[in-house]
């Protein structure tokens, strides 16, 4: 959308609008079309400005089609198939330093290892021995407490 241009009201701005959507045969609506000639009865700036919208529209229309060529220009293509002898050095170079070392890289892990834990385990109530203690179900029976069985 066309920013509003300075010194132009908004009645101007709306009816250039409506004058290019005519020229584009975009303007179905018969009153915008009434607005449109109306302005432009009252307002001669606009009507100048329409009228040189009109002669410069005919003037493309009406001009001869001139066909258009674009040549396309690609550049040189170089031959990959040719790598120059320092590349192909560096290339060797690498896979050796990679294969002599990376095999080295870590030692099998041996089974007297001491395994590590992500976090240390949890502290249990003095005097219970195991966290599956909690769950075990206890009843009371003749004044002693003893599993109960079902």
Known sequence: MPLPQPGIGAACEAARLRASLVLDDALDDDFGL???ERHLMRCPECAAVV???RAGASAV???PAVPFRCELSL???RDVRRLPLANMAVAIVTLAVAG???????????PHDAV????????LPIGQR????????RGRVDGATTPVRS
Request: without cysteine; glycine residues 6%.
């Open 34 to 36: 009434l607005l449109l």
């Open 51 to 53: 009228a040189g919208m």
């Open 61 to 63: 229309r009406s001009a």
């Open 75 to 77: 550049p040189a293509r």
């Open 100 to 110: 002599v070392t990376l095999p080295n890289a870590s030692a099998p892990r041996q």
């Open 116 to 123: 590590r834990l992500a976090a240390p385990p949890p502290r």
């Open 130 to 137: 195991s966290a599956g203690e909690d769950f075990v179900v």
